[in-house]
Structure formats: C-alpha cells, structure tokens
C-alpha cells in the first residue's frame, strides 16, 4: 500500500509538469504558425506563390486549425456542456463557463453567529466542527442487526467458498477495462486511462494490493474514503 500511493503521488506530480510544459509548446508553437503564416500572406499579395509555399500555407492553416479544434475540445469537456454543437469554435465561451463552474464551487466566506468568516483556515475548521458536532452524539451500541432472510434464501457453503476465494488476475483485468473511460474513480482523480494503458506495468503491484485486502491485511481507508461536501442553501 505504501509503495502504490507514493508511485501514484509521483506520477501525478510528473503528470501535472508535464501538462503545463505541453500547453506551453503548444501556444509557443501556435505563435510560430501564425508568424510564419502571416509571412506567406504578405508575400502572396506581391504575386502568387510557388507551389512549395503554397503547399506549406496549406499545411499552416491546417495545423492551426487542428490546435484550435483541440484546445476548443479540451475546454469544451471541462465545461460539461454537451448541448452545443461540436466545431462552433467557442473556446472563449467554454472556457467562461468552465471558470465559472469553478467560482461557484468556492466557498469564499461564510457565517457563525453573525460573524462572517473569509480565512480559508477558519472556514475548514468552522466545517469541521460542525459535522463533528453532528456525529458526535451518534451511539454505536444503538444500530441493531436484523436477519431478513430465511434460511432458504441464504447462501450455502459453496457459494460462500466462492465468495471469499481469492481474486485472480483475469477477473480483475476485465473489471478495470470495463470501466467507463475520461472518468476519476477515487479521490485521487486518477482516471482509469492510466490503469488500462499501463496495465502491463501495475499489474504486479495491484495483484499484491489485492491479495492484501483477501487477507484482511490492508488499511482500506488509506485507499478508499469519501468526501464531505458542505452545500450552502
């Protein structure tokens, strides 16, 4: 367990450089087009251009094209808008909408006993204490276990051995390529992508991670936990 987080903590730190240098390429090589672009224009008002030139500005306009479609299909998914048609080139638009989605998301102030709180540690805590507030009074001895099925409808011996057999690779294999793609299946919002593709590499340590779990030897909480979200009406 301790070997998978920080592997996955160090290819999400990587992952994250690695975003930020290719989209800065990507402007950078945007910008070269266009200048290179522009070039081509001011030599083809003086006459008509060879037809190497002219198959390269064909090329330009192409690319920029593609790098456009790409960046309006890249902001168009953070936006979750699937209502607009694919190729309107709305980029600005979905990019408007989806650092919106994200300003309404952030809780910028909030208030206790009349007194508004703006620190971003004071209103973590303040929730924290709230929802600790609420369990706190919560009994544990007060939670009763009723049977609601008969015997008959109960498991038998074999299904229960086939129940608490171990996990074997192939089955696990097509569960995680069976899953759904461009999703985040934990909190640690790594998308199942990664999973399937490098599946080759983690199957080793994923085996291990389950053999844990059958032997009732993993810390479960360290890899599956939920999030409370605090919903202001």
């Known amino acids: 367990m301790d070997r998978w987080i920080i592997k996955t903590k160090r290819v999400k730190k990587f992952l994250k450089g690695w975003g930020l240098s290719l989209k800065g390429h990507t402007r950078k090589y945007r910008r070269i087009l266009r200048e290179e672009l522009s070039k081509l224009e001011k030599i083809e008002e003086d006459g008509m251009l060879l037809a190497l030139l002219l198959e390269r500005k064909t090329f330009i306009q192409s690319e920029i094209l593609r790098l456009l479609e790409e960046e309006e299909l890249y902001w168009h998914k953070r936006s979750n808008l699937t209502w607009l048609l694919k190729g309107d080139n709305n980029t600005g638009f979905f990019h408007r909408v989806a650092n919106g989605k994200k300003r309404k998301n952030t809780i910028f102030s909030i208030h206790q006993n009349g007194e508004e709180i703006k620190e971003e540690d004071k209103i973590l805590q303040h929730a924290t204490d709230y929802y600790k507030e609420l369990i706190k009074g919560f009994d544990i001895e007060e939670v009763k276990y009723v049977v609601c099925w008969t015997t008959e409808e109960q498991i038998s011996p ?65 890899l599956n936990y939920g999030t409370i979200t605090l919903i202001l009406r």
């Open 158 to 222: 074999c299904e229960h051995e086939e129940l608490i057999k171990g996990f074997d690779i192939e089955e696990v294999k097509y569960a995680i390529f069976s899953m759904e793609k461009n999703t985040a299946p934990g909190p640690d919002h790594i998308p199942v992508e990664i999973f399937q593709i490098c599946w080759e590499i983690i199957k080793g340590e994923i085996m291990e991670m389950f053999e844990e779990f059958s032997n009732n030897n993993m810390d479960i909480g360290r």
